[in-house]
């Protein structure tokens, strides 16, 4: 009986790939393909490379329903990838990343607009060679996003690529900003679109996500207090009640070519700060270098503002000490003295 | 009706008021922005109509501010009567001994409430906090008001330590108002639970010369005569 039953398991673990043999009895041969209008096109799968994604588990028939008999002599339905992939599946496939969102994306609306480069699901995650975004061989691995999307963005990944995001993805900091940290992975949006992560109210959520990350912010040596004090000051408040035209975090440091102030070509390095400043403040010069940004009054980094503000702190305490001591000497000698006429 | 003396001249009267006016509002449109993520901050900005129209009302109402120091400054400059109140707003050393003889009066160990002139140590605090107050409001606040042009001038922490000098002064008025000036001339047992003194100017005769004898005394000249002291209307 256990002999059985192990040779059934064995069956069935065989199951798909012993299928998937007769598929592959065409489509595993290299030069496999029809002419259409008098242009070749392969419609080769290779064997080895499918059985090594992500989907190698599973039947083509699956995917392919419309397959019913072999050889199959009419042009199998184009898939969609969320028919498996939908919220609420029962065949387990992931939708961490809210694959269905992608129809609010540019990306869906340049398609069904019929721009024939606009990306669809395979663009990025390959048709038959699908990989998690964990393997390091994978298209959609943190550290090959940006070559992924570069591949068509071409301008956007020279400017990433002299990014300190990038330097730090290419030193090995898999926590560094990547394209689709901020562009969101699947619904990508114009920052014109309030839905967008990159809108001017989103942006500041956006790098906010990272930059007050305590734990990837020591791994990265950047101070971790800017989105706070930037929430305190006068551009955050303004933007927090709707004044889009308030400077948000890319106002001054840019986007894609995001650098430390360190870096004589970063619009925040002291030398570039009139010029930043100056894009809405028409007088600003040399002075605007003269004094830190993103201050936190309470902390004494914040130079002679945390001066000002202590002694704010301590004589207002001093002041309310020194009045209600007085109110309540007041009162209570009003009472006793009411207390010792009545006696 | 007899009873009555008047205290305040109406020309005090609308100083006092239009002093209200301005502050009210401007703790009204500068307190929501401060505090704009708290609830109330919230309610506060959508009755002043929304963000920017809080931003007019907090500039309008320092202009509004700013004349009626103007207004002040020139009643205490060039009035008879404005330079006389200014006269018995000055610190003497008079104010220092009352300070301790009303905090032994209060401690039961001295019999007599010390006898206040027109203005007590209580009242001239106020006058020169909020002068003091005005004065450092006014300065970071048009500097911030007009941070554009002083761009040209200050370095970027001087525009840092003017919000702080800003908020941390707010703060103390606030503090000032609601806890002295309100106990002052309102909740204190001599007044509870109010003076109205400040709308129509009359005081009655035996609350003067309860809290400012003296100034009762010069008033009548130590006799029972009453004579109000500015005009009669």
């Known amino acids: 009986m256990t002999a059985l039953l192990t040779i059934l398991l064995a069956l069935f673990q065989l199951g798909p790939s012993s299928q998937n043999a007769r598929c592959f009895l065409c489509h595993g041969k290299k030069d496999f393909g029809v002419v259409e209008n008098g242009k070749f096109q392969s419609l080769y799968v290779s064997p080895k490379q499918f059985e090594a994604s992500i989907h190698g588990k599973f039947t083509c028939v699956q995917c392919h329903t419309d397959v019913k008999v072999i050889p199959h002599f009419i042009r199998p339905e184009k898939i969609s990838c969320l028919q498996c992939h939908f919220e609420g599946n029962t065949v387990g496939a992931p939708v961490k990343y809210l694959p269905e969102m992608y129809k609010y994306s540019v990306h869906a609306k340049a398609s069904a607009a019929g721009n024939p480069n606009a990306p669809t699901c395979e663009t990025c995650h390959t048709t038959h060679y699908v990989r998690s975004p964990k393997d390091t061989s994978s298209g959609t691995y943190r550290k090959n996003i940006p070559q992924l999307c570069g591949s068509c963005h071409k301008k956007e990944f020279e400017a990433y690529s002299k990014s300190i995001h990038y330097r730090a993805l290419e030193n090995g900091m898999l926590g560094a900003a990547v394209c689709t940290d901020c562009h969101q992975e699947h619904d990508v949006l114009p920052p014109s679109d309030p839905r967008s992560a990159l809108s001017a109210e989103g942006v500041v959520r956006t790098c906010t996500k990272c930059h007050a990350d305590t734990l990837l912010m020591e791994k990265a040596d950047v101070p971790v207090q800017q989105p706070e004090a930037y929430s305190e000051s006068f551009h955050g408040i303004a933007l927090e009640n709707g004044m889009v035209r308030a400077a948000n975090c890319t106002s001054c440091h840019g986007h894609h070519d995001i650098l430390p102030a360190s870096d004589p070509n970063s619009p925040i390095n002291p030398k570039n700060l009139p010029k930043t400043c100056g894009k809405c403040h028409p007088h600003a010069d040399k002075n605007v270098a003269d004094g830190k940004v993103h201050i936190i009054p309470s902390e004494r980094s914040a130079g002679i503002v945390f001066f000002v503000y202590t002694f704010f702190k301590w004589f207002t305490l001093a002041v309310l000490i020194f009045l209600f001591a007085h109110i309540a000497l007041d009162l209570s000698g009003f009472i006793r003295r009411k207390y010792s006429r009545h006696e | ?233």
Do not use: C
């Open chain 2, 1 to 233: 009706m007899n009873d009555k003396i008047q205290r305040f001249s109406r020309s005090w009267r609308i100083q006092h008021l239009l002093l209200m006016v301005s502050v009210l509002l401007l703790m009204m449109s500068g307190f929501s922005m401060k505090y704009s993520e708290t609830l109330w901050g919230k309610i506060l900005i959508f009755l002043e109509g929304g963000f920017q129209a809080r931003g007019a009302l907090h500039r309008l109402s320092a202009v509004l501010l700013f004349i009626t120091a103007i207004y002040h400054l020139v009643y205490i400059s060039f009035t008879r009567e404005g330079k006389r109140e200014f006269k018995s707003l000055l610190p003497t050393k008079k104010d220092f001994s009352d300070l301790k003889n009303s905090i032994l009066y209060d401690l039961l160990k001295r019999a007599e409430k010390p006898a206040f002139g027109r203005y007590s140590y209580r009242e001239k605090v106020q006058y020169w906090a909020f002068f003091v107050f005005i004065v450092l409001m006014f300065v970071s606040g048009l500097v911030m008001w007009f941070h554009d042009f002083f761009f040209a001038f200050f370095p970027k922490w001087a525009f840092d330590v003017t919000f702080a000098l800003h908020g941390g002064t707010a703060t103390l008025i606030i503090l000032f108002l609601v806890l002295w000036h309100m106990y002052v001339v309102h909740l204190s047992p001599a007044n509870f639970p109010g003076n109205s003194s400040f709308w129509h100017g009359d005081v009655s005769e035996k609350w003067l010369k309860e809290n400012h004898l003296l100034e009762y005394k010069s008033m009548t000249g130590d006799s029972k005569t009453k004579q109000p002291e500015e005009k009669e209307d």
